[in-house]
């Protein structure tokens, strides 16, 4: 975007009744992040300087999300809820500071891409001042129709106020707008609430504008852009169409991935150059891949890092705080939380690595467990460069294994083991020769006298 400034106002004091959930409607998360996190993600994408949201009186959770994606935003509090050209007003103060465009985004409308924001603000550069996204939706109903004049937006008529022949119309309103600053208070201020729902609707801008002998415009886009979440089937819709989009993002980056539709994203995963993605794959938000790493199928990862050339599954569960270095294996059903295994270390079977530190070149053997939890607090379990732990060994922690030392398969291990040492904690083995001989000659015995006794009866 060229020289111009962007105020960006997101409109969030929405009830969302109709997600029949306890949760905020914008709270709802796609693809791992809120709905108000993409809208907010989207906005700083197209350019905007200063950021307002606007919430419902006590909404403390959607504050708090919006300051995780926006510290720097400003959120100001809608208290009675009276449409939305009063919405974007409760931000008055925002708007009056000196910015050139007003970007009005909807926080349940989150899959609006940057680049459409754009084209709302290119019009406004070219001399509107409002800019409205139309589409035409599968099924219109319940959205505002655009009523064009030539090439000009004359009005757009809200559903309940709509004639029928005005219903027919297919263009219909996405809902965000965007308007020059210059006249943006002016415009806003002049709209009423003579309608059937009693409400300041900001789709009345259009009209206010025209009277005031100002231009308005539709910009076309495709539905998907404008798509609004009010129930958890549009919710797991827009699922749907982000996670295609973060698929065909990842594929043109040059990630293999055998089955994309099979692999689910988040709108943050990160991947480095020839990565490759078995079938079923879940990546849960904050996750980043480097260069060369296989992530194998029915891997499940959130917040984990993999170093490069890294090999991880199948059924493997990286779980938040896992950082993973070059070329450590982890592999079917291990399970890394909270720890750092350093290179080339490998944990390849049935494993659970909790508050750890694996040094480099270590190997977990199968079935190890390090207990960090004593139920009441957690405990780190530090193991050295190189060292070996034989399979079925359980580390009570707080433990240290030093470098290149060894624990016996089948330890329970309670004491630090010092560099170079051997651990090992078992039962000694008994073995009594010809024992089981006999014990089956006794019990086949045993069987005859009872078939004979049967026999007789
Ligand atoms: C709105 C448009 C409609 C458009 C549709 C697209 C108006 C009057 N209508 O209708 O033309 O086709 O979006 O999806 O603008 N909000 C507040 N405070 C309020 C009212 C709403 O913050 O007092 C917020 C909601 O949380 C939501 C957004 O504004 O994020 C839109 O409100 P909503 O009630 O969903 O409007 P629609 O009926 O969908
Ligand atoms: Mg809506």
Redesign the pocket.
């Known amino acids: 975007m060229p020289s111009r400034t962007c105020l960006a106002i997101i ?4 009830e969302g009744t109709r997600m029949r959930s306890q949760m905020p ?2 709270l709802h998360a796609l693809g791992g992040r809120s709905l108000l996190g993409h809208a907010i993600v989207a906005s700083r994408a197209a350019g905007s300087d200063d950021l307002a949201i ?1 919430v ?1 009186p006590g909404h403390e959770a959607v504050k708090a999300d919006a300051c995780t994606y926006a510290p720097k935003a400003q959120i100001f509090e ?1 208290h009675e ?4 050209a ?2 974007v007003l409760a931000a008055r103060e925002a708007i009056a500071r000196h910015v050139d465009d007003v970007v009005v985004m ?4 989150p899959l609006v891409r940057a680049e459409t924001l754009s084209k709302l603000r290119g019009a406004l550069a070219n001399g509107a001042a409002v800019a409205v996204l139309g589409f035409e939706p599968a099924d219109p109903t ?3 129709r655009l009523l064009m004049r030539g090439n000009e937006l004359a009005a ?1 008529r ?1 559903e309940r106020d709509a004639t029928d022949e005005e219903r027919k119309i297919a263009l ?4 965000l707008m965007a308007l020059d600053r210059k006249q943006a208070l002016a415009i806003l201020d002049r709209i009423g609430n003579a309608n059937a729902k009693g ?1 300041y ?3 009345d801008a259009v009209t206010v504008a025209r009277d005031m002998g100002l231009t308005a415009v539709a910009i076309e886009t495709p539905e998907d852009d ?1 798509r ?1 979440i ?1 129930t958890k089937l549009q919710l797991a819709e827009a699922e749907a169409v982000l996670q295609q989009r973060l698929r065909m993002a990842a594929l043109e980056a040059g990630v293999t991935i055998v089955a994309p539709e099979t692999v689910y994203l988040s709108a943050d995963t990160k991947f480095g150059k020839d990565v490759t993605i078995e079938p079923h794959v879940v990546f849960g938000p904050g996750v980043s891949v480097e260069d060369g790493a296989t992530i194998r199928s029915f891997s499940h990862l959130e917040g984990a890092h993999v170093g490069k050339g890294a090999r991880v599954g199948p059924f493997a569960r990286l779980r938040p705080g896992t950082d993973l270095g070059k070329e450590v294996h982890i592999g079917n059903f291990v399970e890394v939380k909270e720890a750092t295994i350093e290179a080339g270390a490998k944990a390849n079977h049935l494993t659970y690595i909790g508050d750890a530190r694996i040094g480099e070149g270590a190997n977990i053997g199968a079935g190890t467990i390090t207990c960090n939890y004593d139920g009441v607090a957690k405990h780190r379990t530090d193991i050295g460069k190189g060292a070996f732990i034989g399979s079925n060994s359980a580390l009570v922690a707080p433990i240290k294994v030093g470098d290149g030392a060894y624990v016996g398969t089948g330890t329970v291990l309670t004491r630090d083991v010092p560099a170079g040492a051997l651990a090992i904690a078992r039962a000694k083995q008994t073995v009594k020769e010809g024992w089981a001989k006999r014990l089956r000659q006794v019990k086949a015995l045993g069987k005859n006298l009872a078939g004979k006794k049967r026999k007789k009866s």
């Open positions: 409109l969030a004091a929405g409607k914008v606007v419902g809608q809820r009276r449409g939305t009063h919405a909807f926080g349940d409308t319940g959205y505002g757009i809200e219909c309103n996405g809902g409400e609707y900001l789709s404008v609004g009010n």
